[in-house]
């Protein structure tokens, strides 16, 4: 058993992401695209994201500082076109999803680098991948900053302006979880389906 007071013995930080990703999970993951002023975009997967508000319903993601302490290319984008489209991909595109993840120079599109098609979001000027079953289309309400060191995170909080599901996947009702087969992120290179579920009545 260990206990762990970071003030007095600070795990690394390698040491806490290790941690965070082997013990916080299955993670959902948010496959973002963004664009900067000149029209090159951008696609990223990060699994430290979340749901943060129903109404307004806002999106939350946290894309970390690399080990320089620089942003990713997804933030600098977004301050500069205030916008994002974050898709939940499903198993039938992890393959593709695992290819945006790869470090390319700033301004090369992972579009192109993963084979997707780009097709147009409402009420934005940043596109969708157009395969993608579920996709969110959001305006900027704030990134907070946790810091200038590498692996600081960099909370992105996204309104939901527009939305695009699959009539595959949604009734008007509910989500079809046999459809979308959502996956959720794992450590190191493991992923995790939903295909084993099992349900509780929540108490009165």
Known sequence: MSDYLLEESPLSSGAIYRMFCGTICPRPIAWVSTHDRDGNTNLAPFSFFNVVSVAPPVLGFSPLLNGEGQPKDTIRNLEQVPECVVHISGEALVNELNATSAS????????ALAGLEKVTMPGLSVPRVAAAPVAFGCR???IVRFGDQPMAGCLVLAEVVSIHIDDAIWN???VSVEAL???GRMAGSDYARTSDLFGL???A
Do not use: M, S, V
């Open 140 to 142: 900027l309400r704030e």
């Open 104 to 111: 390319l120079p700033a301004g090369e599109d992972e579009f």
């Open 172 to 174: 008007g009702r509910h």
């Open 201 to 203: 009545e929540r108490p």
């Open 181 to 183: 087969k959502p996956i």
